[in-house]
């Protein structure tokens, strides 16, 4: 054996010991549970449903916009419950999967419609399957519009509907 090998061999065994209990630990189930306590909990999401957190917006911000005077595809008729604020909630919630209930997620999302973070798709926009017009372009309008302040108390609102009380 040489010098080289010897001296790799005990960092390729170290190496190779980690990566077996990794995949002992990871198909145990271990690793679900530790995904789950990042995620939203299963009490929040099974008491608030965001088809229903929306009206609670209003509710509570009744200036927000409502930008709710699409047209459905189905129906053609103007779309009144497919609000601003609904699909704000989906976009956040079921396509970037980010916890309802933290202050940061809600402050990405945000930035996300500002263009300052992610880059949002017309094809995976809610509303763009069941609206005849996308209202993504609308959507960014309406919260750019926004001041910080009702930007804030827009974040606040989420996260006190979303965290439960104790």
């Known amino acids: 054996m040489s010098k080289k ?5 005990p ?21 679900k549970l530790i995904h789950t306590n990042f995620g939203i909990e299963p009490a929040i999401a099974q008491r608030i449903s ?5 009206q609670q917006v209003y509710q509570q911000l009744p200036d927000f916009p409502r930008e709710n005077k699409y047209i459905d595809k189905e129906s053609g008729k103007v779309a009144e419950n497919n609000t601003l604020a609904s699909r704000l909630l989906r976009y956040h ?20 419609y500002l263009g300052a973070n ?16 996308n209202p993504l372009e609308g959507d960014k309008a309406a919260i750019s519009r926004l001041n910080i302040s009702q ?9 006190n509907i979303f965290t439960p009380k104790t």
Do not use: C, H
């Open 118 to 133: 992610e880059v949002m798709y017309v094809t995976t926009y809610p509303g763009n399957d069941t609206l005849r017009q």
């Open 5 to 9: 090998s010897s001296f790799i061999q």
């Open 151 to 159: 930007r804030n108390a827009l974040v606040q609102i989420l996260v």
């Open 11 to 31: 960092y390729l065994q170290a190496l190779t010991a980690l990566m077996v209990v990794s995949l002992l630990v990871f198909s145990s189930g271990v690793g």
């Open 50 to 54: 965001p088809g229903e957190v929306w």
């Open 93 to 112: 919630v079921y396509v970037k999967e980010r916890a309802p209930n933290y202050r940061l997620d809600w402050k990405l999302t945000l930035a996300d």
